[in-house]
């Protein structure tokens, strides 16, 4: 993650906010602009499931930039302080920088970021800029062409996704971070080709544990490289030393390496679950707000907001969702063994 002095620390809660069941604040909202997306990573909408018949939402049923807005602003009053734009993949969403530009007006948000998977970002990076998004993170899992050919659910654009990042870069949006999930015979032998591709670069890769997100990416934990050992990996040709976090809730575990060129992370959700810390709401692109990535139920905005719904009673709907929040699902993750497993809200839907 970024270094402290590229990111100040957000106040923890607003006078208003209201922590949920086991004390944490809202200070940070997840917005899926788009459930559809131009890859197929098998880990996340594999082809078998996401194939020419699946039925996406329609265009109707995504919330508008008018509505984002209005619940952004409602999230904001609550303690909301970041606000990360994913999908899907949020650069399909027609327009995407008129919405940067309304979120990033709004009073007390102190950081607006984009996660995509970087093929269009090089023709979109300096309007993003320009309309106000501060930060970009983009998702790359290999350097190699066949690999990313696999994960990407056979699409190529590996040229053009290092496009985006170059452009990302001059448009300004820095620190530009990388999200490398990574995967036990997959591609764990080429993570230190990314360290070293992108170390002294300015880019800050994080290395993710692949997770059991949703209920088609037909997890098997035999795939996860925990992070401990591919840090150990990367240390032994590039000694690192640990980073303190910047702030309360940040999911990664930061390094600098010892020579100052820079920093990696690492997003240990299997290993070592931060439920304890976890400060974020998602809102899926058709404006259900979600407490939890693994969560199984959210609470439907959409509906009231098209009847009318004054903001006080939205309000009451936000506040009372958060408050009643108990997920710890990462924590809870190895124990439930043998009992049928509740149904998750997929990754593309609620937004990465
Ligand atoms: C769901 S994507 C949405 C944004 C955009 N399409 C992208 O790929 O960056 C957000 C992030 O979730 C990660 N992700 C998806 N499925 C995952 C899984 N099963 N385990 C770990 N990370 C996953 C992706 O690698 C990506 O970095
Ligand atoms: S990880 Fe991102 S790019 Fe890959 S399928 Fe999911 S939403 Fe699309």
Not at 112 to 132: M, R, S
Not at 184 to 193: F, K
Request: with cysteine.
């Amino acid at each position: 993650m970024e270094a402290e002095s590229d990111n100040p620390p957000i106040p923890l809660t607003a006078p208003q906010a209201t922590p949920d069941a086991r004390g944490r604040p809202l200070t940070d909202l997840r917005i899926s602009v788009m459930d559809r997306c131009n890859f197929r990573c098998p880990y996340c909408m594999p082809r078998e499931t996401f194939g020419d018949h699946y039925r996406f939402l329609a265009a109707a049923e995504r919330l508008s930039f008018e509505e984002i807005t209005r619940l952004a602003r409602l999230f904001a009053t609550q303690g909301v302080r970041k606000i990360r734009l994913t999908g899907g993949e949020p650069l399909l969403r027609s327009g995407l920088a008129d919405l940067v530009g309304e979120l990033s007006a709004i009073d007390g948000v102190a950081d607006l970021a984009l996660t995509t998977n970087g093929v269009l970002l090089a023709q979109h990076a300096a309007e993003l800029a320009a309309h106000g998004l501060r930060r970009v993170t983009v998702s790359l899992d290999t350097l190699d062409h066949e690999t990313f050919r696999r994960l990407s659910g056979g699409f190529d654009g590996l040229e053009r996704v290092l496009d985006g990042i170059r452009a990302a870069l001059e448009a300004g949006l820095q620190p530009v971070k990388l999200n490398s999930v990574i995967q036990r015979g997959v591609n764990d032998g080429q993570a230190l080709d990314l360290v070293r591709h992108f170390r002294g670069s300015g880019i800050v890769v994080r290395f993710i544990e692949y997770m059991d997100v949703g209920n088609r990416n037909d997890w098997n934990p035999a795939l996860v490289v925990p992070s401990r050992e591919l840090r150990d990996a990367i240390a032994g040709e590039f000694p690192l030393k640990p980073v303190a976090g910047a702030y309360r809730g940040e999911v990664a575990e930061r390094y600098a390496y010892e020579d100052g060129v820079g920093e990696i992370g690492f997003i240990s959700s299997v290993s070592q679950p931060f439920c304890g810390d976890c400060t974020r709401a998602r809102l899926s692109s058709d404006g259900v707000f979600y407490t939890c990535l693994f969560a199984t139920r959210g609470t439907d905005l959409r509906t009231p907001l098209r009847a009318g719904a004054s903001d006080e009673e939205l309000l009451g709907l936000l506040r009372s969702t958060w408050r009643r929040r108990e997920d710890r699902y990462s924590e809870l993750r190895r124990l439930p063994i043998g009992e049928a497993k509740p149904r998750k809200i997929e990754m593309y839907y609620i937004g990465g």
